[in-house]
């Protein structure tokens, strides 16, 4: 399948053909494509999972692409590292900046190519008054000689942009950069950009946002399940169009929430506060109900979770569990009184990827396994063997590593550990992410099955289409305060959009 | 056997999972810990046929009586590594407690209580290490090396030059005692009970479990409800306690109180450790291993005195296993990692993780 | 939307600026105790500095570890750490020895430059599989320190090098001054303000900083994390060579433990000076001071009434402080510019 471009007939700066990447047995790519041009903002969209993070770890040399064609400028490129990229004029802004902490904001922009005077000496003046011409450039007010440790994602962004303009970089790749801004920071972010873009330069916006999108961007491609889809001009689609290509069927059809039986409350939280993080947090979850709690990325969700959890501390609020108070920032007692989190950082945060499915799978229920307070491998590979089966994780052996396992079979182990606990509150943080269709499908029915036997669920997810298949209640989230409570028939994209990009009182005017 | 289906609710077939992805003999041989095991037999053998007088009695009578304190410690230091941090401090916390017992003792307290004083200052000392690294978070590797200089200063400036040497006759012969006829020494059999204590702890209960976890990834275990600070602390003061047994042992045995007794003793455990198979990354080793890379050293250290060695040459070798056993298990761990990733050449995560 | 970057450029206030930073350094601030310890012991015995040789002692004897503690100073700031270099020492000094004895007339800068070679190789080894084999410092260097002191030992045999075999100009280095400044301290002057240049100076000396600070970032960003970190341990193996040489014409007499613990000394200075134990801030001028430091109160408690016995519980002392003050300071700087962030 090739594209089709109604994008501006000149050649492109950066060309994408059919590029295909797979990693062992996980395919992240089939058939990706993309063109990027000169003087153009191009947005790039997809679920997570379409293969987004792939092209662009591609496009900046981390990753070597098994097939497909690759062109800059007309010329085909093989990057074998991000130096190699960095040379030939692209830089990639992550969501996550990687500056060095202990150095100034001038060094990290000049680092490993300061310019010199005699000797080999750093002209240090000059480098300062470079890097204050390049913040006047984009417009921007930034203390050269701070450190920056401590600095907003907001001006670490902008330090990366400015080093990619001192690099003058013909290709400027912005990886889902919205995250953590707040919407000042947007605007200012904006405006930088549509000043690259006059200046000749071909950028690549990658978000879930779609305002953003449609404010920003000039042509927008959409990506599903590492295949291209389809490429056009901002002004000739909507919102609606770009959803349904980005999930590919109904919306209404595609997950199969059981009706469930909804009891008491199980967890109640109330007016949980951590300065900076989250504001005010009251809901509640009863036994058989799914409540999402929805958003852009960076709302302040997940730390909501893991301060439900314990793992992180809050200020003031309370937690309460079956009607038992839980104690600040101690996960044993929240575990202990039957809760369970699947964090959202399946790699870091819910395996030891090292260690095998037996042990993963055993990790939260040792204590039980135990026989006069020793445990024995036979104890634990029974469970492991029970659990697996049950959620049909597909492994040769038990003591596999987890981390040689596809993302959707870590999931699954990540469920058979805290499932095992029998727990009365799941709280599940991005149940699907990097996951494939068919394992998608399983964990949604798992979750469905959950609420149908009488667990509360409260699933977080940045993914529309399973929010609103999923969810009893919707609750949506923007910089740490709840701005709605949707109930299932009154939930839309629409209304959950409104919700996550304005706030309470906006919502409800 | 049928089971159900968490996902589809029918009961299907249960999916067959093997226990282990290889068979036994691969799992127990192809191993770290195998590997020094049979270094060990291996030296033993050849010492056994090369050396004069190696394979006497006496021999092992006094190999293991010099190789005691550095089992001793081995023990808490493995788990110590195995979480990824390191405890530089615990020969100077033998020293210290080598000084505790000789001024009590000297000061009128019987041998048993001056003992328990000097363990309860050795709990004491681990515990500033697992205060400093787990409340107050800093590095393992920075405190320990000034608690080496605390500990070994407060050692040397409490007895200053002099030393203590009037020790009750009884435990000095008890700690030089043999087991009935043989040649095995009594004390040996303080070592075998601790270890059997801690290879219980590491390798067959939860904490011991929660130990490997966090050494090889600690916010993991953290989301699990491990407690990482209450671990590594409670690790610290073990290693603390074993050290001034170990320093007490080491006192009575050669009878003397000096505050630089056993200076430079972490050295010999850190690389007995390592040598075990322990990684120095965290996360991977086995006691039995240990016991056997201490064997070794003290093996080689034993066969090459009596070989006329000097102690110098031993310790270019002691140090050279230990620069080579490191850097082989990197070179291993690259060979799986390269195995294991076929594609992408650089480490990339299985998934997109979009 | 332009608006100009502050803070203001005039140099009045520049100067201003330089001024506050510096008496915000860590380096004042250990500075200051060092005067403060040199006033304390001089009231109690004006010889501590009033005399010839006080004066002379209290710049000479903290001059070797000063080297070793710049050269590890070096090391630690690319998050690695160096814990061979007193067996390196040990090694060096005996070379100086054997070569004056065993080459007569030898002229003595091929000494100095042996010495510094022999260093740089012992470096390169300890570089080579901490920067290829991708193991960490800690450990390698652990094996090292061992590996060298027993070819050191193995080599010395129950010889000794005695002060009487020297040549007497040799020796006379180690003792004579030049304006009331020991010839060794001026030596270990020159290549702290050569080090200090270079890191603060030159691209290679920054990027070590870079590579400590986030050693990832320092690959994405392209730098040539191995090459440096390598030069890294030939230098710091290099200082320790050169401060064995020094040693053998300060004391005459070496045997084979010269040397033996001043690792401690050296990673101490350098904690003590704010070299930070994870890498990427700190200088060579702290890691100076602070082995001055150390060794200043060293010598000063004796004066004091302290017996010298305490002298190591003093180095823990103070490198607990050290790291349980950069710590606290870290985090109350981290709290503050997230609140500042937030406002």
């Known amino acids: 399948m090739s594209i089709t471009p109604t994008a501006p007939a000149s050649a492109p700066t950066l060309e994408l053909r059919e590029i295909a990447k797979a990693f062992g047995a996980v395919i992240a790519l089939s058939n990706g494509s993309l063109q990027l041009h000169a003087n153009s903002i191009h947005a790039l969209v997809g679920e997570n999972g379409a293969g987004k993070s792939t092209i662009v770890k591609i496009i900046a040399g981390l990753y070597q692409r098994d097939s497909g064609d690759f062109t800059l400028e007309g010329e085909t490129v093989n990057f074998m590292s991000t130096a190699e990229s960095k040379a030939a004029g692209i830089a990639v802004i992550y969501q996550e900046p990687t500056l060095f902490p202990d150095l100034s904001v001038v060094e990290n922009i000049f680092m490993g190519r300061q310019p010199t005077k005699s000797l080999g000496r750093i002209d240090r003046k000059l480098m300062r008054s470079e890097a204050v011409a390049l913040f006047d450039r984009l417009g921007v007010k930034m203390d050269p000689d701070r450190q920056t440790l401590g600095l907003s994602i907001a001006d670490q962004q902008l330090i990366e942009i400015a080093k990619a303009i001192s690099l003058d970089a013909k290709v400027l790749v912005m990886d889902e950069p919205t995250a953590a801004l707040s919407g000042v920071e947007v605007e200012r972010l904006f405006a930088v950009a549509r000043s690259l873009r006059d200046e000749g330069r071909a950028i690549l916006f990658i978000s879930h946002r779609f305002d953003e999108v449609f404010d920003l961007c000039d042509t927008v491609t959409v990506m599903r399940d590492g295949e291209y889809i389809a490429t056009s001009q901002i002004a000739d689609t909507n919102v609606d169009e770009i959803v349904r290509r980005m999930v590919g069927r109904d919306v209404t059809t595609l997950f199969p929430k059981e009706e469930a039986e909804i009891g008491d409350d199980v967890l109640v939280v109330e007016g949980l506060t951590e300065a900076g993080v989250f504001h005010d947090v009251n809901f509640t979850v009863k036994s058989g109900e799914i409540v999402a709690l929805a958003g852009l990325v960076g709302a302040g969700r997940s730390e909501i979770a893991r301060a439900i959890f314990g793992v992180d501390p809050y200020s003031s609020g309370s937690v309460t569990l079956n009607g038992k108070k839980l104690p600040k920032k101690n996960p044993t007692a929240a575990m202990n009184s039957g809760l369970a989190l699947v964090p959202e950082d399946r790699r870091k945060q819910g395996l030891v990827l090292e260690t095998s499915v037996a042990r993963n799978s055993t990790m939260a229920i040792r204590k039980s396994l135990t026989r006069f307070g020793l445990l024995f491998s036979p104890a634990e590979n029974a469970s492991s063997r029970e659990w697996s089966s049950r959620l049909e994780v597909k492994t040769a052996a038990l003591d596999t590593e987890a981390g040689t396992l596809s993302g959707g079979n870590q999931q699954k182990v990540v469920l058979a550990k805290w499932l095992a606990r029998n727990p009365s509150v799941l709280i599940i943080d991005e149940p699907t992410r990097g996951i494939d269709v068919g394992t998608k499908a399983e964990v949604h029915r798992l979750l469905s099955q959950l609420a149908g036997k009488g667990m509360a669920v409260l699933m977080i997810s940045s993914e529309l289409p399973e929010v609103l298949g999923m969810a009893d209640r919707v609750l949506v989230v923007r910089e740490g305060r709840i701005t709605a409570d949707i109930a299932r028939a009154d939930a839309t994209a629409e209304s959950v959009m409104l919700a996550a990009t304005h706030t309470a009182q906006e919502v409800v005017r | ?354 | 939307m332009t608006t100009t970057t502050q803070p203001s450029t005039t140099t009045g206030s520049r100067l201003l600026q330089g001024l506050g930073s510096f008496a915000r350094a860590r380096e004042t601030a250990i500075l200051l105790a060092l005067v403060i310890v040199i006033a304390i012991a001089t009231i109690k015995n004006p010889n501590f500095v009033f005399s010839n040789d006080g004066f002379r002692n209290l710049l000479l004897t903290p001059s070797i570890i000063m080297l070793m503690a710049v050269g590890q100073a070096v090391v630690i700031i690319t998050r690695n750490v160096d814990l061979s270099v007193g067996s390196t020492l040990g090694l060096t000094a005996y070379l100086t020895g054997r070569l004056f004895i065993d080459v007569p007339g030898i002229p003595i800068i091929v000494v100095f430059i042996a010495g510094i070679a022999l260093g740089a190789f012992l470096g390169l080894i300890n570089g080579a599989l901490i920067a290829f084999a991708k193991v960490p410092a800690l450990v390698i260097t652990l094996g090292t320190l061992y590996a060298y002191r027993g070819i050191n030992v193995l080599w010395t045999g129950s010889d000794r090098i005695n002060a009487s075999d020297m040549p007497k100009p040799f020796l006379a280095l180690g003792t004579q001054t030049i304006l009331y400044i020991p010839i060794l301290t001026i030596i270990a002057v020159i290549v702290l303000i050569v080090a200090g240049w270079y890191l603060r100076n030159i691209r290679g000396g920054r990027e070590l900083y870079a590579i400590g600070s986030d050693p990832a970032a320092a690959n994405l960003y392209g730098l040539k994390v191995t090459q440096r970190v390598l030069v890294a341990f030939v230098v710091c193996g290099a200082l320790a060579g050169l401060a064995g040489v020094l040693y053998t014409a300060r004391y005459g007499t070496v045997n084979s433990q010269a040397g033996a613990g001043y690792e401690l000394d050296a990673v101490g200075a350098a904690v003590i000076g704010g070299v930070a134990i994870f890498g990427g801030s700190g200088t060579v001028w702290g890691a100076a001071i602070g082995a001055y430091l150390l060794l200043t109160i060293n010598r000063a408690l004796p004066i004091l009434g302290v017996q010298d016995f305490w002298q190591r519980a003093v180095v823990g002392i103070l490198i607990i402080g050290a790291i349980v003050l950069d710590r606290v300071l870290a985090v109350r700087t981290a709290r503050k510019l997230v609140e500042a962030r937030d406002k």
């Open chain 2, 1 to 354: 056997m049928t089971t159900e289906s968490v996902i589809t609710g029918n009961k299907t077939t249960a999916r067959t999972y093997k226990d282990y992805g290889r068979p036994l003999w691969r799992r127990l041989l192809v191993s770290r810990e195998a590997a020094v095991i049979g270094a060990l037999i291996l030296v033993l053998i050849v010492s056994n046929s090369t050396v004069r007088n190696f394979g006497t009695p006496i021999t092992f009578y006094y190999l293991l009586l010099d190789v005691l304190p550095i089992l001793l410690i081995a023990l808490p230091m493995t788990l110590i590594i195995i979480t990824g941090e390191i405890d530089l401090s615990v020969a100077s916390t033998m020293g210290l407690s080598s000084v505790v017992l000789g001024i009590l003792h000297q000061g009128g307290l019987p041998i048993e209580q001056a003992a328990l004083v000097a363990l309860v200052v050795g709990a004491v000392a681990g515990a500033i290490n697992g205060f400093l690294i787990t409340v107050v978070g800093l590095p393992s590797l920075a405190v320990t090396i000034g608690t080496l200089a605390l500990y070994r200063g407060l050692a040397v400036g409490i007895l200053g030059t002099t030393a203590v040497t009037d020790f009750t006759k009884s435990w000095k012969d008890f700690v030089k005692s043999k087991i009935g006829d043989s040649s095995i020494p009594t004390v040996i059999l303080i070592f075998i009970v601790l270890a059997i204590i801690f290879i219980i702890l590491l390798h067959f209960t939860p904490f011991g479990r929660g130990v490997f976890a966090l050494g090889l990834n600690d916010e993991a275990a953290k989301f699990s409800g491990i407690n990482v600070e209450r671990t590594k602390f409670i690790l610290f003061v073990l290693s603390g306690v074993i050290s001034a047994l170990a320093g007490i042992y080491y006192t009575l045995r050669f009878g003397t109180a000096r505050g630089d007794n056993a200076t430079g003793l972490e050295l010999s455990v850190i690389a007995a450790v390592l040598l075990g198979g322990v990684s120095i990354f965290g996360g991977r080793g086995a006691l039995p291993g240990v016991i056997a890379g201490v064997l070794l050293i003290g093996t080689l250290g034993s066969a090459l005195r009596l070989a006329s060695v000097t102690s110098d040459v031993i310790n270019i070798i002691t140090g050279t296993l230990l620069v080579l056993s490191v850097v082989s298990t990197s070179f291993l761990a690259w060979l799986h990692k390269k195995r294991t990733k076929p594609g992408g050449k650089k480490t990339g995560s299985p998934a997109a993780k979009s």
